[in-house]
């Protein structure tokens, strides 16, 4: 008889890559952008954040980069207290993670071989150890001959695919992407979530927020919505 997975092990906090318990936000003088937010991603779990323009996807995702801090609730990443952290925990915490902006946020006066380089040259790494990993990453987003281009020469799809490879290139252990397809067409938003799939085959834990129902829907991951503020929808 199959030996059963023991339930209390996969929700541990000690292990899971984020936890939100009662988690609120608001900007600045402005109305609670989320409300009593209460979210477990399990590490080497695959998720959709969908919902509605302004509905607060990419807010979620700020509190989760520590770009911004909850209001009200609790925030644990990696095991660790995450809702307040002293500015010096920043980068450990950064480090884990991958993101993709919804703004893509890339460096126009690097080449695109070098915004994709540049959190491995940050990390210390020596050329050697990582040149073929950006080229090969750079290939598989069908990026290989735009190399040496820099981002004001690409298009939207493009910079968008840029900004994926920079996020995945040193195997994050969290990868957060923020409409990751947005500005591409539906093969291509099909064949990155291809690398989203495999990346978390592989045990990286990813959370995708999109407006894309159809994409969520086929890849067969775990769907939540957020709805005014409020998060309900699958959290396994
Ligand atoms: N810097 C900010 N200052 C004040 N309000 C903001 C700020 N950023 C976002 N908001 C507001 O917070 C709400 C949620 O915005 P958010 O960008 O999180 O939504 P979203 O779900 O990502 O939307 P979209 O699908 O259009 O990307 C919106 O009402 C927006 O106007
Ligand atoms: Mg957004």
Redesign the pocket.
Known sequence: MPVQPRRAALTDPATDTARLSGVSFG??D?PD?LRDVNLILRAGSFHFLT??????????L?LLTLAKRPTAGQLDLFGEAAGAPPRSALPGFRRRMGVVF?DFRLLDHLSAFDNVALPLRLAGAKRESWAADVEEMLDWVGLGDRMDDRPPTLSGGEKQRLAIARAVVTRPELILA??PTGSVDSAMGERLLKLFQSLNRLGTTVLI?S?DEALAAASGAAVLR?DGGRLSGDRA
């Not at 919902?51 to 979620?60: E, N, R």
């Open positions: 900007y600045a402005g952008v919902g509605p323009s302004g509905a607060g996807k990419s807010t979620l700020k919804q923020d409409e927020a407006h957020l």
